[in-house]
């Protein structure tokens, strides 16, 4: 992962975040590229001086955190190597967000909750006008998001944009799963079309059996994976549109919101 965004809102807690985004660009790689982003462009930043100490708060925070992880940030003009860097941004959130997300590989937010609802215009802001996954991370992120990565395979295009956005991680994984969950109406892909996809990339994996009732298969991800100690759950957001919540049913957003496992998105 080369450019990794973390956009930065008034309420949230940045430590967790920042801690998974250095976790999926890898020791001594990528470009964590965090913005501080104002709603609605009203920039804390430039309307008065408490205000302007506050952002220079964020910042220094910011900058603890890169000296505790010993990133560097960027030296002059060059650009290999691992770095992070810091900046505000002016404008709508959704506006901001969108354009920084289509020209990052990636972009972290954190666990979506009921009192975050800037994290929650970043997240579908990211999701549905980034064109690039989108990782949600708890609080504390597991130390190796990679260790065991289980992809939540229903054919979809949303779920193969999603598969294709991970090939980078997918690479470092120490293994991958298939949890297998086939669209009830419309054309599917096997999940051993794609074993085989990820065969041909040198990426092993295994098939994860699921329950035959359909009713249920949210509440079978979530136990599949907490079972088989998965660090990453890959998946398709929104399979049809932003209201219908696709295969998983209500369990999309419930894993958003209330699950305690990283999820890598796509739409």
């Known amino acids: 992962m080369a450019t990794i965004f ?3 809102v008034e309420e ?3 430590w967790g975040v920042l801690d998974a985004a250095l976790r999926v660009a890898g020791p001594g790689v990528g470009h964590i590229r965090a913005v ?21 708060a964020r910042q220094a925070r910011f900058d603890e955190w890169r000296a505790r992880n010993r990133v560097p ?10 770095f992070a860097t810091w900046s505000v941004a002016d404008g709508d959130i959704e ?9 990052s590989d990636i972009t972290v937010v954190p666990r979506l909750t009921p009192q975050s609802p800037l994290v929650h215009r970043c997240f579908d802001a990211a999701l549905f006008g980034g064109g690039h996954p989108v990782l949600v991370v708890p609080e504390t992120p597991p130390a190796d998001l990679t260790d065991h990565i289980m992809i939540a395979w229903n054919g979809s295009l949303e779920a193969s944009r999603a598969v294709m956005g991970t090939m980078p991680l997918l690479h470092r994984a120490g293994r991958v799963s298939i949890f297998s969950a086939p669209e009830p109406d419309g054309d599917t892909l096997a999940p ?12 092993d994996s295994e098939t994860v059996e699921r329950p035959r009732d359909k009713l249920r298969i949210g509440a079978a991800l979530v136990d599949a994976a907490v079972r088989r100690k998965a660090t990453l759950i890959v998946m398709g957001g ?3 549109s932003r209201v219908r919540e696709g295969f998983f049913g209500g369990a999309t957003r419930h894993l958003l919101v ?5 999820l890598l998105m796509s739409h």
């Not at 709603?39 to 205000?51: Q, R, T, W």
């Open 36 to 56: 501080f982003v104002g709603s609605d462009g009203e920039m804390p930043s430039a309307s008065g001086a408490g205000d302007r100490a506050a952002s220079a």
């Open 95 to 103: 506006a901001v967000v969108a354009r920084l997300a289509r020209v």
């Open 73 to 82: 940030g960027p030296s002059g003009d060059r650009r290999d190597g691992g």
């Open 6 to 8: 973390v956009p930065l």
């Open 238 to 240: 929104y399979t049809h």
């Open 258 to 262: 209330y699950g305690l496992l990283p």
């Open 192 to 203: 051993a079309d794609l074993a085989e996809f990820l065969a041909s990339h040198g990426i």
């Open 12 to 14: 949230m807690t940045e």
